[in-house]
């Protein structure tokens, strides 16, 4: 390869000729001593080289250099080729026999066209130094993930982290308003080099490497300061593509890039691989050179679930009252039952895990194929949830203070929610014990459930281990006690005092006429119906003496009763209150002591609830008669009946 000088057509192919002006090649040596100085220092390994080799001597001879009418001119060509007479300021230097490479000297300024990618005109870019923080909503960031120019270890999915990198200028400045983004590619073995440019994509909302929004913080505001060693040009904050115009010139020095910070989140980056990150023209050109490419490797933790054991004294930190031994499923749990439950999680994978929160879920299917619920949490607890979190004798992410389980070294923390936060970490191969507070609210009667845990910070479904079983409980079967019984004469119930005494299966009301008599039974309701239960009571037949003569009814009724009284024109009237004061719909008719109804001979509802009732509930039912002088003497007798209906 060679390089020859030419002038007026002729061939000077060992020596430089013409007449040069003094002025002219001052000019010219200062310019090209400055040139050589700044790429030597910067990146001489990167431009000189392929300068230089066509700078040398090639097989065609040293080159020539000759002044002509229209100024200098440099030949790049090979062979006996003549090269192309242009401006004295004009060079065509020639580094490859397939490809031309052009330098253009003017005001002491560069610019190298290779091929058809033209580069940035004068200013060189090289993407220098880099390091990676721990996110916070501040747009200074505190704790470094690694060391300076290091790899990221273990970016679980879901994490977020920052990252500085710091982008140093050659050649020339880099002028404020310029506009750049930030891509990524998969490492795949090798280098982040040797990856092909058309690898990498933006970080973008809908891909695996994502931006994150730091409320407290402005998009694209200028950093305060510096955090690596090599940056002087405070640069801007981004949370996502393309960066704000560059508010600060980036000077030339070694130590004077420009620094960007970067939010960006692991939006499902495939586990176990590397990722290399780039800076890059808005455009998406390339800088010139990337002396470091930031490096960060995907992290998927492997937690499971081993043994665990459930415990009825939920009143003691260290409950102590097991339901049943270790992996076996207790029996018969009752409604509204509080128990705690000590699982051991064992992380599989040997990372560390910060900041972990474990929650359960329940389904009636033992590998959660479908129906899978959460615990509901304590404020939402309702007479209808199955399963809710329960307040023990600890605190919500207190830690436990002795470990319970065969299987377990590390203790873990209390859970009383599924979704507050923790800053507990989960430490690496570790057996970690966990207890939850649960309490059965409205589960099925004579079912089995079975429990998991998620870590709910990363959204990590825990799987029983190999060889384990879920932990499981199994509810009582269908259970309904009705009971009913006598109330003492004197008692005072539902705005009355009774004036006589019952027992379950007789309300005797002697009483002169005229008169009244006021009696009372207590009706008890013992169910694990998960949707309650309702009573209604019947009569059947009115209340009649033998010779055919009846009491008369009351003026209200079931739908709609009224205040106690004997009808005009009748001479008696026998009637019933109910103690429950809201029925099915929410109706409260009878909320109000005086409200009393006729007894009917169809079914008419005297009580509901719409849950299990496990800790008993009653209600007392008030009868009463009233007569007047014009009611004949007698016996008077009538049957009462009374049916339950629990829903399961």
């Known amino acids: 390869m060679g390089i020859r000088f030419f002038k007026d057509g002729k061939n000077f192919p060992h020596s430089l000729r013409g007449a040069i002006s003094s002025r002219a090649l001052l000019i010219f040596a200062i310019s090209f001593f400055i040139f050589i100085i700044i790429l030597f220092g910067i990146f001489s390994w990167y431009l000189l080289s392929p300068v230089s080799a066509a700078m040398a001597a090639g097989p065609n001879g040293p080159s020539a250099m000759s002044s002509g009418p229209n100024g200098w001119r440099l030949d790049g060509g090979f062979g006996d080729e003549a090269g192309e007479e242009i401006d004295s300021a004009n060079f065509k230097i020639a580094t490859d026999p397939e490809q031309t490479v052009r330098g253009r000297a003017a005001s002491a300024s560069y610019q190298i066209i290779s091929g058809s990618a033209l580069l940035p005109p004068a200013t060189k870019l090289a993407e220098r130094t880099y390091r990676f923080y721990e996110n916070i909503d501040a747009i200074t960031p505190l704790v470094p993930r690694a060391a300076e120019n290091e790899p990221l270890q273990n970016v679980f999915t879901g994490a977020i982290v920052r990252l500085r990198i710091a982008v140093m200028a050659a050649i020339f400045p880099l002028p404020q308003g310029k506009i750049f983004k930030l891509q990524f590619a998969p490492k795949n073995g090798g280098t982040c080099a040797a990856i092909p440019s058309g690898n990498f994509v933006d970080v973008s909302d809908s891909a695996i490497w994502r931006g994150f929004d730091n409320p407290s913080v402005a998009d694209g505001a200028q950093l305060p300061g510096a955090l690596l060693s090599t940056s002087a040009a405070r ?65 998927a933790p492997r937690l499971e679930s081993t043994n665990w054991r ?33 699982l051991g999680i064992h992380e599989a994978a040997s990372l560390t895990m910060p900041n972990t929160k474990i929650a359960l879920e329940y389904s009636e299917i033992s590998d959660f194929s479908g129906d899978v619920y959460a615990v509901t949490e304590i404020s939402d607890c309702a007479a209808s949830s199955t399963f809710c979190y329960a307040d023990g004798a600890d605190r919500d992410n207190d830690p436990i203070q002795n470990r319970l389980l065969s299987d377990t070294n590390v203790s873990g ?62 509810t009582r079967g269908t259970k309904l006690i009705f009971t009913i019984s006598g109330v003492a004469a004197g008692m005072a119930t539902e705005g009355i005092i009774t004036t006589v005494s019952t027992t379950p299966t007789a309300v005797p009301m002697n009483l002169p006429a005229p008169g ?39 003026r209200g009724t079931n739908e709609a009763p009224a205040g106690w009284g004997i009808p005009a024109g009748e001479a008696s009237a026998f009637g019933y209150h109910s103690g429950d004061d809201v029925l099915s719909g929410g109706s409260v008719r009878f909320a109000p002591d005086d409200t009393y109804a006729r007894f009917a001979s169809r079914p008419e ?13 009653y209600l007392d039912f008030i009868f009463r008669l009233g007569t007047t002088a014009g009611q004949p003497a007698g016996e008077y007798g009538s049957a009462i009946g009374y049916i339950i209906v629990p829903t399961f």
Not at 449 to 466: D, G, M, V
Not at 605 to 617: D, L, N
């Open 310 to 342: 459930w415990y009825d004294d939920e009143e003691k930190e260290t409950p102590t009252a097991a339901l049943a031994g270790e992996n076996i499923t207790p029996q018969n749990l009752n409604n509204e039952n509080i128990i705690k439950l000590r």
């Open 235 to 299: 640069e801007t904050y981004e949370e996502q593509n393309n960066t704000a115009p560059t508010p600060a010139v980036i000077p030339l020095g070694l130590r004077c890039a420009g620094e960007w910070d970067w939010v960006i989140q692991n939006n499902g980056a495939v586990a176990g691989q590397n990722y290399c990150f780039r800076m890059v023209w808005a455009s998406g050109a390339p800088l010139d050179i990337y002396l470091v490419y930031p490096e960060a490797r995907a992290a």
């Open 605 to 617: 509802e005297i009580a509901y609830k719409g849950a299990p009732a496990m800790s008993g509930e």
């Open 516 to 554: 009244e008599s006021v009696a009372a039974l207590r009706l008890g309701v013992e169910t694990n119906a998960a949707n309650g239960y309702q009573i209604f009571v019947f009569a059947r037949s009115p209340l009649a003496a033998a010779d055919g003569s009846i009491i008369g009814d009351t």
């Open 413 to 474: 923390a209390h859970n009383e929610s599924g979704i507050s936060s923790s800053t507990f970490s989960l430490p690496a191969g570790k057996f970690t014990e966990f207890e939850f507070t649960v309490k059965s609210v409205a589960p099925a009667p004579d079912t089995t459930y079975f429990f998991r845990a998620r870590e709910i910070s990363r959204n990590l479904i825990i799987p029983a281990a190999a060889g384990k079983n879920p932990p499981s409980v199994t």
